[in-house]
C-alpha cells in the first residue's frame, strides 16, 4: 500500500496533530506528488519543521478559514485526498457556541461539498472518543470496540459538533462526485492524544509546576483510559489512506468510524501526566481535591453562579460537570478493527512514546519556569 502520486490536502495542518500527520506524509518513501497544507494560522517553527522534512512532494501553504468556500475551491482542486483535522477543541466552554458549531459542523459540511464539486475521491474525518462519551451518568468502558453499544447522551458542546460532523462525513459516504466517480469516507475516533506539543500537557505542567512540583490530581486512579501517543494516530490517519487506494480494502473502510488508541498501558489521565515526567522527580498528589460526588456538586454550583452572573460578566468556570465526568470515568477502546481493516499498528511503542514526549516536556521545564515567574511578578 502506498500513496506514491497522490495529491493530499490536510486541514488543521498547523495543529498538534496536523503537523505530524504532514510530517508522515512528507517522511513516505514513496513520495506524494503535492500535499496542501490548510490552517488559520501556521506558527514559524512548524513552517520550519516541514521545510526540514520537505523531500520530492510538493507543499503548499493555504493560510486561511475552513469557513471560506473559495479557499476550499482552492485547496481541493486537484486533490483525491482530504484529511480533515481542523477544529475548535474546547473542554471548558471558553469558545461562542456559535464560533464552535460554524467551524466544527458547518465548515466539515463545507468541506464535504466543495469535495463533491472538486472530485476529491478519499475524506478522513478526525474524531473524537468524545462523541462516544462518557454520557453524564459516568458509565464505564473498558476494552470497548465499534460494537460496543453505548447510550451517549454527551452534554458537551464540542462533543456534539463533533458528532454532528462524523455524521455528516460518514453520510457523504457514496456521493457521486462531479466526473461520476464516487466520494468514500471514514472517521478515525482517536482518544485522547498526548506527544510532544500537546498544549493540555503543557497546560499540567505549569499548573505542576506552580503546585511546587506535584501534579494535582483531577481524575482518580481507578478513572483507567487510554490515550493515543500523536505519532501512531498520525500513522493511523495514514494506513487509512493508503488502504483507501486499493479498492478491495477500500470497499471494508469506506462509511466506518474506528477507535484509534495503541499500547499505552491503561491508567487515568492524571496518573499519565505523572508517568511521562517520573523522571524529572515531580510527584502526583494521592487523592482528589475532595470525594467525587462533591467535585461533582461543586461543578454544578459554579455552573449555576456562570449562569446567574451571564446578564453581568461572562465567567467561565475552571470545571464543569462533564468534564469532571470525562475524566473520572473508566473508558478504555482497542484498536482491533482498525488492525483488521487497513493494517494499523502502532508505529510507536510506548516506551519510545514516553521518552519522546518527556524529553519534550523536561525541555519545557525551564522556559515555563521563567514564563510562571513573569506572569506572577
Ligand atoms: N488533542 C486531542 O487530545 C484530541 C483527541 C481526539 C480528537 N482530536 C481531534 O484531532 C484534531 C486535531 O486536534 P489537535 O489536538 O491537533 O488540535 P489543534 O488545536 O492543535 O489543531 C487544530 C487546528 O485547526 C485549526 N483551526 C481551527 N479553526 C480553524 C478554522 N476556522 N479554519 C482553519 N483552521 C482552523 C487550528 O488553527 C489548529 O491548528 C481535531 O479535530 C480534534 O477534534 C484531538
Redesign the pocket.
Given at each position: 500500500m502506498s500513496l506514491a502520486g497522490v495529491s493530499c490536502l490536510v486541514?488543521?495542518?498547523?495543529?498538534?496533530?496536523?503537523?505530524?500527520i504532514v510530517r508522515l506524509l512528507l517522511e513516505e518513501e514513496e513520495a506524494l506528488a503535492e500535499i496542501r497544507l490548510?490552517?488559520?494560522?501556521?506558527s514559524s517553527e512548524a513552517l520550519r519543521r516541514f521545510g526540514k522534512v520537505q523531500g520530492k512532494t510538493e507543499v503548499k501553504i493555504l493560510e486561511?478559514?475552513?469557513?471560506?468556500v473559495s479557499l476550499l475551491h482552492r485547496a481541493c482542486q486537484g486533490v483525491s485526498l482530504v484529511i480533515?483535522?481542523?477544529?475548535?477543541?474546547d473542554t471548558l466552554g471558553l469558545v461562542e457556541k456559535q464560533?464552535l458549531w460554524?467551524?466544527?459542523v458547518t465548515?466539515t459540511q463545507l468541506l464535504l461539498d466543495v469535495c463533491v464539486r472538486c472530485n476529491v475521491q478519499h475524506f478522513i474525518?478526525?474524531?473524537?472518543?468524545?462523541v462516544t462519551g462518557p454520557n453524564c451518568r459516568g458509565d464505564p468502558i473498558f476494552s470497548g470496540d465499534e460494537d460496543t453499544a453505548y447510550e451517549s447522551i454527551s452534554k458537551s458542546p464540542?462533543a456534539q459538533t463533533?458528532r454532528l460532523a462524523e455524521d455528516s462525513v460518514l453520510k457523504a459516504d457514496g456521493q457521486m462526485l462531479k466526473d461520476g466517480g464516487m466520494l468514500m469516507t471514514c472517521a478515525l475516533?482517536?482518544?485522547?492524544?498526548?506527544g510532544e506539543?500537546?498544549?493540555?500537557l503543557q497546560g499540567h505542567l505549569d499548573k505542576c509546576l506552580l503546585n511546587k512540583n506535584v501534579y494535582l490530581r483531577f481524575s482518580r486512579k481507578e478513572a483507567l483510559v487510554n490515550?493515543?501517543y500523536?505519532g501512531n494516530?498520525a500513522w493511523a490517519h495514514v494506513q487509512a489512506a493508503k488502504a483507501l487506494q486499493v479498492p478491495q480494502k477500500a470497499k471494508h473502510i469506506r462509511g466506518q468510524f474506528y477507535y484509534i488508541s495503541d499500547d499505552t498501558p491503561h491508567m487515568s489521565y492524571a496518573d499519565l501526566n505523572y508517568e511521562l515526567t517520573r523522571e524529572l522527580g515531580f510527584g502526583i498528589e494521592p487523592r482528589l481535591p475532595m470525594p467525587l460526588t462533591m467535585l461533582y456538586y461543586f461543578s454544578l454550583l459554579l455552573e449555576i453562579m456562570s449562569f446567574l452572573l451571564r446578564p453581568f460578566v461572562r465567567y467561565i468556570p475552571s470545571t464543569n460537570r462533564q468534564l469532571v465526568t470525562l475524566l473520572n470515568t473508566p473508558f478504555t477502546f482497542s484498536y482491533r478493527k482498525a488492525q483488521k481493516d487497513f493494517g494499523y499498528v502502532p508505529r510507536y511503542t510506548w516506551e519510545e512514546a514516553k521518552q519522546c514526549t518527556g524529553q519534550w516536556m523536561a525541555s519545557m521545564v525551564p522556559q515555563r519556569r521563567e514564563y510562571l515567574k513573569s506572569k506572577a511578578a
Open positions: 486541514t488543521g495542518a498547523g495543529g498538534f496533530l496536523g503537523q505530524r490548510l490552517d488559520k494560522a501556521f486561511g478559514d475552513i469557513r471560506d480533515h483535522t481542523a477544529s475548535i477543541i464560533l460554524e467551524v466544527n465548515g474525518y478526525t474524531s473524537t472518543i468524545e464540542y463533533k475516533r482517536s482518544m485522547y492524544i498526548f506539543g500537546c498544549p493540555f490515550p493515543v500523536v494516530i
